[in-house]
């Protein structure tokens, strides 16, 4: 199985503030990666897929890039709604299909 | 609009089995696969399986063999998944997904709002 190893696994940040979240995969995945949001009530959405592709009704401040192994997740500027876990997932090839640890952003 | 509506929360003593529901709304259920997606307590996701509505057609994630079965009511669009010989290690939070399939695409456009189930004698 593929491995997704996210960093980090909790963020403080302010409001404004431009984070990033990374997401390494333990081989290639050729752009095979989504990312998700769950808010702390549980309600989870995709933000992001094939890398880079914003999800209809995401803001524009939210992108994605990446390839090969790396990827990352940007936020340009938080806002308040934003502060929730995150996740990126894979779907290289064959299943199964794997999430990533996690990335808790907190507001500091 | 789609949405997915699962069953309620389930306490159920280890060794029972557990059957959840997801009840898809706003799209033609047949086109598209749903998938299961496990979340222990403070922890991440994990894709349990997948089934097409229109012929039944299952992926699984080979830990979840033998331990999930997915099958669908076409009739009443909703798709069902249930857990057998059940440990704590069952206990978590289980969502349904549509999952949206295109060409190089693959990803879980749509989430119920999970299920909690708890194996507690």
């Known amino acids: 199985d593929i491995q997704m190893t996210q960093t980090p696994s909790s963020m403080p940040a302010s409001l404004g503030e431009r984070v990033t979240i990374s997401c390494r995969a333990s081989q290639g995945i050729s752009n095979y990666l989504n990312w998700y949001q769950q808010k702390p009530d549980g309600t989870i959405k995709p933000l992001i897929y094939y890398t880079s592709n914003l999800q209809s009704g995401v803001p524009s401040r939210f992108s994605g890039s990446g390839s090969g192994t790396d990827y990352s997740l940007t936020i340009s500027s938080l806002e308040p709604e934003d502060f929730a876990m995150y996740y990126c997932q894979q779907y290289d090839s064959s299943p199964p299909w794997t999430f990533g640890g996690g990335t808790k952003l907190e507001l500091k | ?121």
């Open chain 2, 1 to 121: 609009q789609v949405k997915l509506l699962q069953s309620g929360a389930a306490l159920v003593k280890p060794g029972a089995s557990v059957k959840m529901s997801c009840k898809a709304s706003g799209y033609t259920f047949t086109d598209y696969w749903v998938s299961w997606v496990k979340q222990s307590h403070g922890k991440s996701l994990e894709w349990i399986g997948e089934i097409y509505p229109n012929s039944g057609a299952t992926n699984f994630n080979e830990k979840f063999k033998g331990k999930a079965t997915l099958t669908v009511d076409k009739s009443t669009s909703t798709a069902y998944m249930e857990l057998s010989r059940l440990t704590s290690e069952d206990s978590a939070i289980y969502y349904c997904t549509r999952v949206y399939y295109g060409l190089l695409l693959y990803y879980f456009d749509y989430w119920g709002q999970g299920v909690m189930v708890t194996v507690s004698s």
